[in-house]
């Protein structure tokens, strides 16, 4: 085992990480930007090094910077969390050949995955259901309009690169289509860095359902349950719960066996993410895409399984077993109760538009079955400069009565002035009809604001 590792992240989640790192005996080792010196991360760090200027691109993307960190500070292994250089397969492969450990999947794995076209036809192969849709990049509009005619409207638009919604739309017709190519190639262009574009069939009122997976040191790769993160505005998730209230026992079970064979098909190590959409009323489900990285929404498997993820992640680095006991029912942990998890942002709760500044009040709710992963206390200050995220409250309850009842209960505990927030949103989500009976879809959020 290694004796220390560098979270190449920032706010809750290298907060989060740095916990596990210490409460196993290794140093932890923060990298920070000159907005983020004053947050709890890296103060709660054995050690900290400053990467640069608030801009991502000069600090917690700046890949020389950081591997100048790892030197300095002595690093052996690093934890990228997820955004920034999470699934950046060059920066995985840079921190090998510096001679340190990457807690994460393989940059073969994740070369592989990044793709959304390349992902799909590869787990296609694999058995995996797949969606109708392109096998080939579409790079411009008369192959598009082309593709949609065969596929048949409504289609996503998508870009092959990339994640977190970015540039995705529906189109019904062929001039939606014009508009969301167009929309998507400009989003491929300024983040992926090329006009591939990706065209599926969309499945009405769908369920985003994930299933969490670990590949071992050894070879075997195991499913750790699913998570519903069907609450999404302008296709970025809000809100993740496990199990999901939408799918059946045997719909779990196909889910979960094909998530292991998409693992198996690229040799996964690590924690990791099959993205499916599920189509509620059949009980069918088609791959959507593949996380390779720990997810934002990880903490509603750690509550059902007792599994701390970040744990696993980094005795898999290591090659040694993961700390827990497979069970016998095809699923690794049996999983115990429910559990929520609601995201709060610096953001207005009506239009959701970031709302940065200066935290005046930040008292946290307190109870039974509640967990709080923060990335700020009172008198940080949320920057513009990155992602609004500010907290992810989760409960858990013995069912999803109870740990709705929680989640309420939470969210009034929860003060925050200063900055803006959603959690009147979350409040309001929490007293929706069709949240509370567990009967929503991807469309939830915009029929409450329509």
């Not at 608030?54 to 020389?64: G, K």
């Not at 195991?222 to 970025?236: I, K, M, N, P």
């Not at 997810?295 to 744990?311: I, S, Y």
């Not at 827990?324 to 959701?352: M, N």
């Amino acid at each position: 085992m290694f004796d220390s590792v560098l979270v190449a992240n920032r706010g809750e989640i290298a907060r989060r990480i740095i916990r596990t790192v210490r409460a196993m005996g290794l140093r932890a080792i923060a990298v920070h930007s000159e907005a983020d010196a004053d947050l709890p991360f890296v103060a709660e760090a054995d050690d900290a090094f400053a990467l640069g200027p608030a801009a991502p691109a000069q600090s917690y993307l700046d890949v020389a910077r950081v591997l100048e960190a790892c030197r300095a500070t002595g690093a052996r292994a690093v934890h990228p969390g997820y955004g920034f250089l999470a699934e950046n397969a060059a920066f995985a492969r840079a921190v090998g050949e510096a001679g340190l450990v990457w807690i994460g999947p393989s940059p073969d794995a994740i070369e592989r995955m990044g793709d959304k076209i390349n992902a799909r036809n590869l787990m296609e192969r694999a058995g995996v259901p797949v969606a109708a849709g392109t096998r080939e990049p579409v790079t411009d509009r008369a192959g598009a309009l082309a593709a949609a005619a065969e596929i048949g409207y409504p289609v996503m638009v998508k870009t092959a690169g990339g994640g977190g919604g970015i540039g995705m739309g529906v189109a019904r017709d062929d001039a939606e289509l014009t508009r969301a190519f167009a929309t998507a190639s400009r989003a491929a262009e300024r983040f992926g860095g090329g006009t591939a574009i990706l065209l599926e069939r969309f499945v009405e009122r769908a369920r985003h359902v994930e299933v969490q997976i670990l590949g071992f040191a050894d070879g075997t790769v195991v499913a750790l349950g699913e998570r519903d993160c069907s609450v999404q505005r302008r296709h970025q998730k809000v809100v993740e719960e496990s199990p999901s209230p939408g799918i059946t026992p045997e719909l779990r079970a196909r889910m979960l066996e094909a998530a292991v064979r998409a693992g198996e098909a690229v040799g996964y190590r690590g924690a990791g993410t099959v993205e499916c959409l599920v189509d509620a009323d059949r009980q069918e489900f088609v791959f959507l895409e593949m996380n390779t990285r720990l997810q934002v929404e990880h903490p509603v498997t750690e509550l059902v399984t007792g599994v701390d993820l970040v744990e696993q992640q980094i005795l898999v680095a290591a090659g040694e077993p993961v700390g827990f006991v497979v069970a016998s029912s095809g699923q690794a942990v049996e999983p115990r109760g429910h559990a929520i998890e609601l995201r709060v942002y610096a953001e207005d709760s009506k239009r959701f538009f970031p709302g940065p500044g200066k935290i005046d009040v930040w008292e946290e709710p307190s109870g039974p079955g509640i967990r709080l992963d923060s990335g700020y206390v009172a008198g940080n200050t949320v920057t513009p400069f990155y992602d609004p995220l500010m907290a992810k409250l989760c409960v858990h309850g013995a069912d999803r009565a109870q740990a709705l009842e929680r989640a309420r209960a939470a969210v009034g505990g929860f003060r925050i002035e200063g900055p803006k927030n959603n959690l009147a949103f979350c409040a309001e989500l929490l007293g929706n009809p069709e949240f509370a009976a567990g009967d929503y879809d991807t469309g939830l959020v915009a029929r409450m604001r329509a």
